[in-house]
Nanobody, 119 residues
């Protein structure tokens, strides 16, 4: 069974920064691509950023390029999402998951972490 535990969300003003963390209890963590998704109220969950096991940032969503940075610490089985210059439209619940080759989530979702950007 895979456990995904996201943390680090909160309320921040537009232009501010947050760093999200996700611990992944996955036996194959070290060889898994990991990613972040988000879901705003009334919208579908969308892919935000992904990262291979070796640290290659192969892809990220166009809406966050240049503002969000994904990284991972394999020894801690943790993946991070550094978010800067936050915008109102970044408000959402953020989730992490292991990724398929087509950027789809592999496992059931965790509880997510709420990010709210205010004006």
């Amino acid at each position: 069974q895979v456990h995904l535990v996201e943390s680090g969300g909160g309320l921040v003003q537009a232009g501010g920064s947050l760093r999200l963390s996700c611990t992944v209890s996955l036996r194959t963590y070290k060889t898994s691509a990991l990613g972040w998704f988000r879901q705003a109220t009334g919208k579908e969950r969308e892919f935000v950023a992904g990262l291979t096991w070796s640290g290659d940032n192969l892809y990220s969503g166009d809406s966050v390029k240049g503002r969000f940075t994904i990284s991972r610490n394999n020894s801690r089985k943790t993946v991070y999402l550094q978010m800067t210059n936050l915008k109102l439209e970044d408000t959402a619940v953020y989730y992490c998951n292991a990724l398929t080759t087509t950027k789809q989530p592999k496992y059931n979702w965790g509880q997510g972490t709420q990010v709210t950007v205010s004006s």
